[in-house]
């Protein structure tokens, strides 16, 4: 059986109503889909703990290793000033980060109850 087959479920009445499985029943059976969420938890708890986690702050520059290749120093390397590239990724992904929160916040807070209005109110052309 797949993941999407429907599946009998015995009703009141005697008659078998097809139910499709769960939406996370399904997920949990693709393995891409959980892969993909995993590294997407995993980043987004780098970017949360950036202070603990980055060897160096955000804006250090260090004009001795300009444009340096990966190193143990600096797993992924320098940039133009010499600021560690892995510090500064974990560092921009708190702003990122924030900015995905306020728009999550704006959705709930306006889109939803918008959205529950016009649904319960509609225009009327529905008899």
Not at 9 to 29: L, M, Q
Not at 98 to 127: R, T
């Amino acid at each position: 059986m797949t993941a999407d087959a429907a599946v009998p479920v015995a009703s009141n009445a005697g008659v078998a109503i097809p139910r499709r499985a769960g939406f996370w029943r399904r997920w949990w059976r693709k393995p891409l889909g959980v892969v993909s969420a995993g590294f997407l938890l995993l980043i987004t708890l780098a970017c949360v703990a950036a202070p603990w986690l980055a060897p160096y702050t955000a804006r250090k520059q260090d004009l001795q290793h300009v444009r340096e290749l990966p190193s143990a120093a600096h797993l992924l390397g320098t940039d133009t000033l010499g600021r560690d590239i892995l510090s500064r990724l974990l560092f921009g992904g708190q702003i990122t980060l924030l900015g995905v929160l306020e728009a999550v916040l704006v959705l709930l807070l306006i889109g939803v109850p918008i959205g529950l209005v016009a649904g319960y109110q509609g225009d009327g052309s529905i008899a």
